[in-house]
């Protein structure tokens, strides 16, 4: 079982920037691929961001490719999302998921509020 907290989020203006960290315990943390995902109220989750377990590939939601970075620190079995250049259409709670290798998003944290303000 791998157990994930997310912590970070917060109120900020256009143009700001945020931190997003996703803690993990359970488990070592080598093994598991972790994305960002985030859902905006009316709207659907999207995928915004995920590394890999293994070279620690990326990829990224078109609309924040070069504002959004994802990155991972397995010694402090922590994930980070940094947000710059923030827009009011990034306001969303934004969850963080782990999955095992290559297969399903299992695990969910239970998120944090990005609001973004004009």
């Known amino acids: 079982q791998v157990e994930l907290v997310e912590s970070g989020g917060g109120l900020v203006q256009a143009g700001g920037s945020l931190r997003l960290s996703c803690a993990a315990s359970?488990?070592?943390?080598?093994?598991?691929?972790v994305g960002w995902f985030r859902q905006a109220p009316g709207k659907e989750r999207e995928f915004v961001a995920a590394?890999?377990?293994?070279?620690?590939?990326?990829a990224y939601l078109d609309s924040v490719k070069g504002r959004f970075t994802i990155s991972r620190d397995n010694a402090k079995v922590t994930v980070y999302l940094q947000m710059n250049s923030l827009k009011p259409e990034d306001t969303a709670v934004y969850y963080c998921?782990?999955?095992?290798?290559?297969?399903?998003?299992?695990?969910w944290g239970q998120g944090t509020q990005v609001t973004v303000s004009s």
């Open positions: 590394i890999s377990w293994s070279r620690g590939g990326t």
């Open positions: 359970g488990r070592t943390f080598n093994n598991y691929g």
């Open positions: 998921a782990a999955r095992y290798r290559n297969g399903e998003y299992a695990y």
